[in-house]
Every structure is written in structure tokens, then in C-alpha cells.
């Protein structure tokens, strides 16, 4: 099994990222996938989430309006558009896919926002 992000780095306040998360070693489609970030001293928290179906999305309230999160069943990635973002944003981004009780982490990609 393997999640494997991409698409990480350093923005100025205000810029756009797009994340990758590629998967595979499973069934990728049965699968809820999510975004999770922790920052510096920080607890990991969650950012978004999306349905196996690619259906339901779900946003933590710091993230509403700015990121969007979507799915590729085909190609086996879940992504996470980020407008707007600001400082605070700063964290490292993990994939997670969640399926009863499986549970996968990737080993994360760093999103610097400048001031």
C-alpha cells in the first residue's frame, strides 16, 4: 500500500496550490480519501474529505469557500485545490484513505505560505 503526495511548497500569501495524492496497493474506489495537515506544535487536524463515490465532500470550517477536494477513481488520486491561502495554511498535508477498519497514511508534503 502506498499514498504518495505531491505538489507541495513555498506561496506567497494569497497564492494557489494544487496537491496529488497517488495511491495504490488497494482497491482505490472503495475507498474515503481526506486530506489531514499539523502545523508546527500542532495537533494534525482535517481539511477535507470526499466520498468513495466522489459524491460527498466535506470541509473543515478554516478551508470552506477556498479549498476544493476531488477524485479520480481511474487513475487512483485524490487532489486538493487550494485558493486563496494564507499563513495560517502553513503545515505539512497528508493523504489519508480510510475503509472500515483499514487506514493509510502518506508521508506528507510541506505547504509553506509567506507573509
Known amino acids: 500500500v502506498q499514498l504518495v503526495e505531491s505538489g507541495g511548497g513555498l506561496v506567497q500569501n494569497g497564492g494557489s496550490l494544487t496537491l496529488s495524492c497517488a495511491a495504490s496497493?488497494?482497491?482505490?474506489?472503495?475507498?474515503?480519501m481526506s486530506w489531514y495537515r499539523q502545523a508546527p506544535g500542532k495537533e494534525r487536524e482535517s481539511v477535507a474529505r470526499?466520498?468513495?463515490?466522489?459524491?460527498?465532500?466535506n470541509y473543515a470550517d478554516s478551508v470552506k469557500g477556498r479549498f476544493t477536494i476531488s477524485r479520480d477513481n481511474a487513475k487512483g488520486t485524490v487532489y486538493l485545490q487550494m485558493n486563496s491561502l494564507k499563513p495560517e495554511d502553513t503545515a505539512v498535508y497528508y493523504c489519508n484513505a480510510r475503509f472500515v477498519l483499514r487506514n493509510y497514511w502518506g508521508q506528507g508534503t510541506q505547504v509553506t505560505v509567506s507573509s
Open positions: 496497493g488497494f482497491t482505490f474506489s472503495n475507498y474515503v
Open positions: 470526499i466520498s468513495s463515490s466522489g459524491d460527498t465532500t
